[in-house]
T-cell receptor
Framework: GAVVSQHPSWVICKSGTSVKIECRSL??????MFWYRQFPKQSLMLMAT?????????EQGVEKDKFLINHASLTLSTLTVTSAHPEDSSFYIC??????????????FGPGTRLTVT | GQNIDQPTEMTATEGAIVQINCTYQ??????LFWYQQHAGEAPTFLSY????GLEEKGRFSSFLSRSKGYSYLLLKELQMKDSASYLC?????????????FGKGTSLLVTP
């Protein structure tokens, strides 16, 4: 159990276009979803935290108007990179927490989406 | 603020034991996690400590000392497939949505 999927697994887009990445919890209801970004040979950097039905909380330095996050249901969150530029090329990973695991509140990670902006 | 430190790289021999250390200074603490990440893949959960002491899970063990802001991951009977990046992450409190703050990761190379 506790499977999280992401779509697409990789995407190439042209500079100036927008890209939407989906994150789904397949077998549990995710009260909280997290979006991370990882540049080559770097660690995961938290971009934002989203709770179902409310606005996402963005980390310092992350532009909320550029990285639009929607968490409309307990099983789906989307990240839209608007007006993408080559410096946005990165590995985007989501994670989901059901909040029902009282011991660990464990986060389950999706497989990641590799974004390349040309 | 968050400050999580771990060595950048380590090398160990197949069959040996390796200890990866992690020190942290964070504004909130609600548990410490260790993840394994192979290149191009998402992290996979290894262990979790919220109280001081040692947690053992098969070949992997993790230790936590909250007063010292210190944890280590111990890998026994190393296998070639253990070559990966190992990430130490501290979970923030409820006010921060229980978000995970990751260290930069330790790249472990297991040699024959």
């Amino acid at each position: 159990g506790a499977v999280v999927s992401q779509h697409p697994s990789w995407v190439i887009c042209k500079s100036g276009t927008s890209v939407k990445i989906e994150c789904r919890s397949l077998d549990f209801q995710a009260t909280t979803m997290f979006w991370y970004r990882q540049f080559p040979k770097q660690s995961l950097m938290l971009m934002a935290t989203s709770n179902e039905g409310s606005k996402a909380t963005y980390e310092q330095g992350v532009e909320k108007d550029k990285f639009l996050i929607n968490h409309a249901s307990l099983t789906l969150s989307t990240l839209t990179v608007t007006s993408a530029h080559p410096e946005d090329s990165s590995f985007y990973i989501c994670s989901a927490s059901g909040g029902w695991d009282t011991e660990g509140l464990e986060q389950y990670f999706g497989p990641g989406t590799r974004l390349t902006v040309t | 603020g968050q400050n999580i430190d771990q060595p950048t790289e380590m090398t160990a021999t197949e069959g040996a034991i390796v200890q990866i250390n992690c020190t942290y200074q964070t504004s909130g603490f609600n548990g410490l996690f260790w993840y394994q990440q192979h290149a191009g893949e998402a992290p996979t959960f290894l262990s979790y400590n919220v109280l001081d002491g040692l947690e053992e899970k098969g070949r992997f063990s993790s230790f936590l000392s909250r007063s010292k802001g210190y944890s280590y991951l111990l890998l026994k009977e190393l296998q070639m497939k253990d070559s990966a990046s190992y990430l130490c992450a501290v979970r923030a409190g409820r006010g921060s949505g229980y978000a995970l703050n990751f260290g930069k990761g330790t790249s472990l190379l297991v040699t024959p």
